[in-house]
């Protein structure tokens, strides 16, 4: 596994995009995370049950708009840091479209905070790769019933 400061320029840019993400989360840069989705795009975060059903049940499911009043709405004064730590990233790409993964767990003052999947859509005719949907699927029954800022 590697955190994010672990990035580096040997990997895949579709899987670095992963990593910018959760480094960028983690130094609370809001207008970093922002600059990684497209223009239009999806930013959703569902529990690890509903998904495997398929379900259409998500805690988040925000346009990118949607996504920046979050951010603006919840300065990182009031919170402490985390740290995530990103596993098994993959990257495929099919067509325009490169689909990106990885398996993550968050941790908040040494404690576990939150673990899951990113799931991701980037297009891949772009110069610069941005998400065009990024999926956060969340394990374990203890998921939050409202998120305040992206995970």
């Known amino acids: 596994m590697a955190t994010t400061a672990q990035s580096s320029s040997a990997v895949d840019p579709a899987i670095d995009l992963l990593y910018r993400y959760a480094a960028a989360l983690d130094q609370f840069d809001y207008d970093g995370v ?19 059903r398929n379900g259409v049940l998500h805690i988040v499911n925000d346009t990118d708009d949607q996504l920046g009043f979050r951010l603006l709405s919840h300065p990182s004064l009031r919170l402490e840091p985390t740290v995530h ?3 098994n990233p993959s990257a495929r790409r099919d067509g325009d479209r490169i689909e990106v993964g990885a398996t993550f767990n968050i941790d908040r003052n040494g404690k576990p905070l939150f673990s899951g999947e990113y799931i991701g859509t980037i297009k891949a005719s772009d110069a610069s790769l941005k998400f065009t949907e990024l999926l956060v699927v969340l394990e374990g029954d203890s998921v939050p019933g409202s998120v305040q800022i992206p995970i």
């Open 34 to 52: 922002l600059s990684m989705f497209d223009k239009p795009s999806r930013y959703r975060v569902q529990c690890r049950k509903n998904y495997e």
């Open 85 to 87: 730590v990103l596993g």
